[in-house]
């Protein structure tokens, strides 16, 4: 029973995972192929055509969208994996009602769309003069993912680091700076890499909120310029599947360096605490 139970879960999960590869795999045989190439996109061509992506990269100025889009994810990554692991370090060690009370605020944050607060936040914005301007898009984004940063790490620091390992460090005189960065953090390696693959892939392929402060075409972001881009070309779903192609290796390669630590990452993070 158990082993047939685990062959109808393989064959599901497989053919779940088929039906996400179709899309990209549409995107690939556009790309490659030439624009007077009209045979099925189902069919892989018996060639490959890198001029969509010369093209396209100059046409769409994909240069200046890629390093826009660099900036703010990085720059968003590096302020998420700082603070939100020092601030959910005693939030997972000192049980305190105010600490609860600042937990249970974060995930009832994590309920709150987004989108709610961009009109008085865009109002700020205005009123601060950050409309576009880098900043202005990795503090928000840092602000958004905080929430579930700090719950991720806080639910992985109590079922995975043991309280043996700092109160050793105590005694050996190590103070709570030196404590979290020299025995926590290096602990904290799967849960990081689960928060930078989540981060990183929405910050990346942000485009409700780019739209709104970044509307000059000097901080486009790569969903902005593309989504530009596909307006102008219409009738070249080749030239335009080569852009969104170049768009995602990013994304995809961070997530190949960093799949072997996701899965423990986010059930240790999520489901145990």
């Known amino acids: 029973m158990k082993t047939t139970t685990k062959w109808v879960l393989s064959i599901l999960a ?3 995972s088929l039906i996400h590869f179709v899309p990209f795999y549409i995107l690939m045989t556009t790309a490659f192929k030439d624009r007077t190439d009209f045979s099925s996109r189902w069919l892989f061509p018996d060639y490959l055509s890198f001029a969509n992506f010369f093209d396209a ?17 990085v720059g968003a990554a590096v302020l998420l994996i700082f603070f939100g692991s ?3 370090y005693p939030l997972a060690r000192v049980k305190s009602k105010v600490n609860q009370f600042i937990f249970g605020l974060f995930v009832a944050i994590m ?9 008085p936040l ?10 576009n301007t880098h900043a202005i898009a990795i503090l928000n984004n840092f602000a958004s993912f905080l929430p579930l940063t700090i719950f991720l790490y806080a639910g992985f620091i109590k079922s995975t680091i043991p309280k043996e390992l700092e109160e050793a460090a105590r005694i050996d005189g190590a103070g709570t700076i030196t404590l979290f960065f020299r025995i926590v953090f290096p602990l904290l390696k799967p849960i990081t890499a689960t928060i930078l693959i989540i981060s990183s892939v929405y910050i990346w392929n942000d485009y409700q909120f780019a739209i709104f402060f970044l509307q ?3 901080v486009h972001t790569l969903t902005v310029t593309l989504s530009n881009f596909f307006g102008e070309n219409q009738n070249n779903l ?7 192609l170049m768009a995602s290796l990013p994304m995809i390669i961070v997530f190949l360096f960093l799949q072997k630590h996701f899965v423990s990452g986010l059930s240790s993070g999520a489901v145990k605490g």
Not at 57 to 73: H, K
Not at 122 to 131: A, D, E, F, R
Not at 238 to 244: D, F, K, R, S, T
């Open 86 to 88: 020092m601030a959910a």
């Open 122 to 131: 865009y109002n700020l914005v205005v009123q601060m003069g950050l409309i």
């Open 216 to 218: 000059d075409s000097s």
């Open 111 to 119: 309920v709150i769309p987004p989108l709610a607060a961009l009109v």
């Open 238 to 244: 080749n030239l335009v599947a080569a852009a969104a």
């Open 57 to 73: 990269w100059e046409r769409a100025n994909l240069t200046n969208a890629f390093l826009n889009s660099m900036i703010i994810t």
């Open 14 to 16: 497989l053919i779940i």
